[in-house]
């Protein structure tokens, strides 16, 4: 995205917002900045027999999210994503929201994909319990993914002992890419002179159950990517996806699958799957061991990836984190994926 | 299965979920203080409840309550709750001989006549509902039984006090600890907005049984 887009859709945003503020002014007190940044040191095995280790600095994030209370019912909220020390700007979301209906929540504009949880509610740095993205997020659905379109959600309590059910429903532009060259993060891309490539919306949508300890949840996602270029039909990609997590005292016990169809111009499918388990426990000294394993399975392909991360984490306090992994590449082969990594990673949250 | 099948699959779960969220059940009674701790910590560790103030946790609400999927009556009964035990702004009165009626949800009755002076306060509750009072408001940091292991514990920093053994318990006069409840001091909110007087120094008497002060 370029600069002059970014600050265009900065401009829109906000001017939306102000128009909506500005006749009774009664809430502009009402803007909170916040936001996240990270400072990460990285030393990473290569395929390159002449440096087999590489190591870097990276400002991964440096973002800031805007959240304004306009009315009861009418609300917006952005997060400007400055990455990797600025070579990366964009719009992560930027959305209106409604919510003067029971039990419905509506949003209109750019949001995260509510699919399975990491996408949407995992990613950030002040979040995820360990440094990297899973290579099931990488390989298998194009993490960290957001779109425009609407999005309806909401939950209810079941019962008297805090167990809920949640929904999320959406529908969007949809991915979009060159269905023989593109990988799957690179679908994401969006594309400002025709966002919707292929003129059909990509539906999704999660079932959440949470009670007192634990939840889970399934996530559907399907949709046209591309067309071919011959007979104009259209050539869909979906997802499938499960996740649950358990929580006792400091024990944090979490797991996501993945599920990926993707259809190809010769008439075959790309499929692939992938999951990842976590285990962390924070203890009363703040410090957290985490140890994840990740697994992708391309199917029909020689390079799968099976990682296992350990690492800890240490809380200075409520706001700063320091995080230390160290992630094995347990499959031979020169997939990068695979590759040893060390990764060291100090977050703040603002 | 090919990607056709799976996009019927897909449509035929989403219809279903329809379906299934139209007979929805009643709400449940738990306090703002309650459902903060149940949702608010499970993806991330807890910001100091007095870190903003009101208005801003006002905003932050409408943002997270998105995130966590909370009912209207969810969101109300945690902004509540935050905005009562927000950290105050600097011209805003520190009189707490008052009790602001911010929230409904979680106070309970007055149960003797307002005595202006904090100091002066006599102590008289019903143990039931002061029970009431401790459970909606204090157990999900301090705990069941005060040892500091409510179910929002592990997500706070610093963690909550052990009431059982707390030196500022044991060592505070009773005027001084109402005081302490009522304003807060450090990550200890204070609790004037959502509690009246005479919940707040009846929990004063909680606390010195759970210290094991008569």
Not at chain 1, 214 to 228: E, I, L, N, Q, R
Request: charged share 25%; glycine share 10%.
């Amino acid at each position: 995205m370029s600069r002059t887009l970014f600050v265009r859709c900065v401009l829109i945003v906000a001017g939306g917002l102000a128009l909506v503020v500005a006749p009774g002014n009664v809430h502009a007190q009402l803007l909170k900045l916040s936001g996240y940044a990270d400072l990460e040191w990285t030393a990473q095995e290569t395929n390159d027999p002449e440096d087999e280790w590489h190591n870097f600095f990276d400002n991964h994030h440096f973002n800031l999210i805007g959240i304004a209370w306009v009315t009861d019912d009418l609300s917006g909220a952005l997060e400007v994503e400055y990455e990797h020390a600025g070579e990366e700007f964009a719009l992560e979301y930027g959305y209106i929201s409604y919510t003067g209906i029971p039990y419905l929540r509506l949003v209109g504009g750019k949001f995260i994909v509510p699919f399975n949880r990491w996408n949407k509610d995992l990613h950030p740095t002040f979040i995820s319990k360990m440094p990297g993205r899973p290579p099931v997020y990488a390989n298998v659905f194009p993490s960290t993914y957001s779109d425009v379109g609407i999005w309806a959600s909401g939950g209810a309590p079941v019962g008297q002992n805090g167990n809920r059910v949640t929904y999320d429903l959406y529908v969007v532009n949809g991915l979009k890419g060159d269905p023989d060259e593109s990988g799957f993060r690179d679908l994401r891309g969006n594309d400002r002179e025709k966002p919707d490539r292929d003129d059909n919306k990509a539906v999704g949508g999660r079932l959440g159950f949470e009670l007192a300890n634990a939840s889970f949840g399934v996530s559907g996602y399907t949709g046209d990517y591309a067309k071919t270029e011959d007979t104009g039909v259209g050539l869909g990609i979906s997802f499938v996806g499960v996740d649950a997590d358990y929580h006792w005292q400091g024990l944090e016990l979490r797991g996501e699958f993945v599920s990926a169809s993707q259809d190809l111009t010769s008439g075959e499918n790309n499929d692939r799957s992938g999951y990842y388990l976590q285990a962390a426990y924070l203890t009363e000294v703040d410090f957290e061991p985490v140890i994840r394993f990740t697994a992708v399975d391309f199917e029909g392909q020689e390079d799968d990836a099976e990682e296992l991360g350990i690492g800890f984490n240490y809380y200075l306090s409520a706001s700063g984190t320091v995080r230390v992994a160290y992630l094995f590449g347990l499959e031979d082969s020169e997939f990068e994926t695979n590759n040893d990594k060390l990764m060291t990673q100090f977050v703040v949250v603002f | 299965m090919t990607s056709q099948t799976r996009k019927t699959a897909i449509l035929i779960g989403l219809v279903g979920l329809a379906v299934l969220l139209m007979g929805r059940p009643a709400l449940a009674q738990e306090s703002g203080a309650e459902i903060w701790g149940r949702t608010c910590n499970k993806c991330h560790r807890a910001q100091p409840v007095n870190k903003y103030h009101a208005d801003e946790w006002r905003a932050i609400m409408r943002h997270m309550a998105l995130n966590a999927r909370l009912t209207p009556a969810e969101e109300e009964a945690v902004t509540e709750f935050l905005m009562s035990v927000a950290r105050p702004v600097a011209d805003a009165s520190t009189d707490r001989s008052e009790t602001v009626a911010l929230s409904t949800s979680g106070r309970l009755p007055d149960l003797v006549s307002t005595d202006p002076d904090l100091a002066s306060y006599v102590i008289q509750y019903d143990s039931l509902i002061v029970a009431e009072a401790y459970k909606r408001q204090c157990v999900v940091c301090h705990g069941a039984e005060g040892e500091g292991d409510g179910p929002a514990a592990p997500a706070l920093k610093p963690r909550p006090s052990d009431l059982t053994e707390s030196e500022l318990v044991s060592e505070m006069p009773d005027a001084e600890l109402l005081e302490f409840l009522s304003k807060g001091k450090g990550a200890m909110p204070g609790f004037a907005k959502i509690l009246s007087k005479q919940e707040l120094s009846a929990i004063v008497g909680v606390l010195r049984d759970l210290n094991g002060v008569e």
